[in-house]
């Protein structure tokens, strides 16, 4: 849209209506985060704090309860947002083909978890996965185990729970924006393509994965900074248990500062590692998804 | 069966377990609210009779009416304010466009990506030294410049008809009054869409709440039910209860307003 220089009174307007907004993020937002990297630096508990240089970033190193939350982290990561992903695009596929029936139905019902409250869906599935609960006596109905697994005592099952957990209540989101995208998309390229005779799967990862580069870029994105700061259901479902099996980054540095003796400096260097993971997962996926020209 | 008939048999089994899936844990949320604490982590999925029960241990252990309140009142206050403050915010960057400002909103593409973790270490050290904790401004002020909806509305507005703006300052209208009377009843579908997606937000916050709330007559309802399930020995029938009432506020107005919903929730991330 072409538009023609602001006149100074204009310019003072423009000013004028995003300041409320300016200054609240420069009081919530840039001001903590620069409070937050000066901290890193700063050793001590409570508020007794004094320069301590690099030794919260040694001390990360030394810090095995840390590793295993950054591992635990990247792990629900690397697992969970695939399978969403993927999952997601393979229902909106099949809700958009056209001579589907009952689809409003099936599209309501698939989107229905993401209306609910992180922590109230986390209560639901805790109470469903509890030892003799509804998930293992159904497992035991369709013979498919004999005694029931021991999802909360088990760390490698604690954390299928958490990442079945986070599938149910983010699938049906992302896959909304892959629906609005996909309606968006040429009918004609499938028509063209189904009289060359383009089987269904090609047409897939040809035609749809490509025009949905940018929507599957976006989730992507959004999914990965939401993971890394995973905190609600791991807190409300196995409170990072079994012995800090299920612990995540956003956990770690709660328990930290507001359930140990507060250590404000390390807890905020640990903060910054989500910062910097962050940073570098977002360029990294930019950098693949870009266009090859 | 035909290659085609295959293709759809798979499709409406694959949908349909799915959609199994996705409704089960709220039919299991509402069977779980009629039973007993022993019978749900039994694993019991049909009614039961203690509703009632559920019901009365609830209101023994909580105050209901005080937690509804405060859920309610921040959730609100919140929303108005973070309206007014990000479609002013959307309003002035679409509309009176400026290098400066072009670059300002660059910044802001790059601070969605700051998570909430890193700034609740200093944000608790200032609300703690300003005597705010366990307040209810300590939970609405940080939530009121919400990025998101930002985006929202300076995209919104790129549909806002200029010609209007034109017509109203040659009719003598100041800037601020144009936003109010001509922008604002305009735009009154996109306000709506924005309610719905920035009242569920502040209404389901959970780690910030938990940090600065510390009294259980300032808790909110989601709080409750996270202290409720957490017990040593939580009363899950008194749980469901509790969480039904967490959820119902969002579902209602998603059922009721389905289309404004799935609006917001696309446009604040376009």
């Known amino acids: 849209m072409a538009q023609t220089r602001l006149g100074r009174n204009e310019n003072i307007s423009g000013w004028a209506f995003i300041a409320p907004a300016m200054v609240l993020l420069g009081?919530?937002?840039?001001?903590?985060?620069?409070?937050s990297l000066w901290m890193s630096f700063q050793t001590g508990r409570g508020m007794n704090m004094s320069f301590g240089g690099l030794s919260n970033i040694i001390r990360l190193t030394e810090d095995p309860i840390f590793v295993k939350a950054l591992g635990n982290t990247l792990t629900f990561l690397a697992i969970q947002v695939p399978i969403m992903i993927m999952m997601a695009l393979i229902f909106a596929v099949m809700l958009n083909s056209p001579r589907l029936r009952f689809r409003g139905l099936f599209r309501t019902a698939i989107f229905l978890p993401a209306v609910t409250s992180l922590v109230a869906y986390s209560i639901l599935f805790k109470s469903l996965f509890s030892t003799d609960g509804f998930v293992n006596a159904s497992l035991i109905a369709l013979g498919l185990s004999e005694r029931g697994v021991n999802w909360m005592g088990d760390p490698f099952y604690a954390k299928i729970v958490i990442i079945t957990a986070i599938t149910w209540r983010w699938t049906g989101y992302n896959m909304i924006f892959y629906l609005a995208a996909l309606q968006n998309i040429d009918k004609s390229i499938y028509e063209a393509a189904r009289i060359d005779g383009i089987p269904a799967h090609a047409q897939f990862f040809k035609i749809t994965v490509p025009m949905l580069k940018p929507v599957i870029l976006f989730t992507t994105i959004m999914s990965t900074?939401?993971?890394?700061?995973?905190?609600?259901?791991?807190?409300?479902?196995?409170?990072?248990?079994?012995a800090n099996a299920t612990l995540t980054l956003s956990q770690y540095i709660y328990n930290l500062t507001f359930r140990f003796m507060p250590s404000f400096g390390y807890a905020a260097t640990v903060s910054y590692v989500i910062v910097v993971l962050v940073a570098i997962l977002s360029f990294v996926q930019f950098y693949v998804a870009r266009d090859r020209k | 069966m035909t290659n085609r008939s295959l293709l759809s048999f798979v499709q409406y089994g694959v949908l349909s377990v799915a959609a199994f899936l996705s409704v089960f844990p709220f039919f299991w949320m509402v069977v779980g609210a009629t039973n007993t604490s022993a019978d749900i982590i039994k694993g019991k999925a049909t009614f039961g009779s203690n509703l009632w029960t559920n019901i009365v241990n609830l209101n023994a252990q909580v105050d209901l009416p005080r937690v509804l309140f405060n859920s309610f009142y921040i959730a609100i206050i919140s929303t108005i304010l973070t309206l007014v403050v990000?479609?002013?915010?959307?309003?002035?960057?679409?509309?009176?466009?400026?290098?400066?400002?072009?670059?300002?909103?660059g910044g802001l593409l790059l601070m969605l990506s700051i998570p909430f973790a890193a700034l609740m270490v200093p944000l608790f050290i200032m609300f703690a030294n300003a005597g705010l904790i366990n307040t209810y401004s300590a939970i609405i002020a940080p939530s009121v410049a919400n990025i998101f909806v930002i985006f929202y509305f300076r995209q919104a507005t790129k549909a806002f008809p200029h010609e209007l703006r034109d017509a109203a300052k040659i009719d003598g209208l100041k800037e601020y009054q144009i936003f109010a009377r001509v922008y604002f009843p305009v735009m009154r579908s996109t306000y709506a869409a924005a309610t719905i997606i920035v009242f569920m937000l502040n209404w389901n916050n959970y780690?910030?709440?938990?940090?600065?709330?510390?009294?259980?007559?300032?808790?909110?309802?989601?709080?409750?039910?996270?202290?409720?399930?957490?017990?040593?020995?939580?009363?899950?029938?008194?749980?469901?209860?509790?969480?039904?009432?967490?959820?119902?506020?969002?579902?209602?107005?998603?059922?009721?307003?389905?289309?404004?919903?799935?609006?917001?929730?696309?446009?604040?991330?376009?």
């Open chain 1, 27 to 35: 009081i919530f937002m840039i001001w903590p985060i620069l409070w």
């Open chain 1, 225 to 242: 900074i939401g993971t890394l700061q995973l905190f609600d259901e791991v807190q409300n479902i196995t409170l990072g248990g079994p």
């Open chain 2, 86 to 105: 990000a479609s002013a915010a959307g309003y002035g960057f679409e509309i009176f466009r400026s290098k400066a400002r072009e670059r300002l909103f």
């Open chain 2, 207 to 270: 780690l910030w709440p938990l940090i600065v709330l510390q009294t259980n007559e300032m808790k909110t309802m989601v709080l409750t039910i996270s202290s409720l399930a957490s017990a040593y020995t939580p009363d899950f029938g008194v749980v469901m209860v509790a969480t039904i009432l967490t959820t119902l506020p969002t579902l209602i107005i998603f059922f009721l307003l389905q289309r404004l919903f799935v609006q917001g929730m696309l446009g604040s991330v376009k």
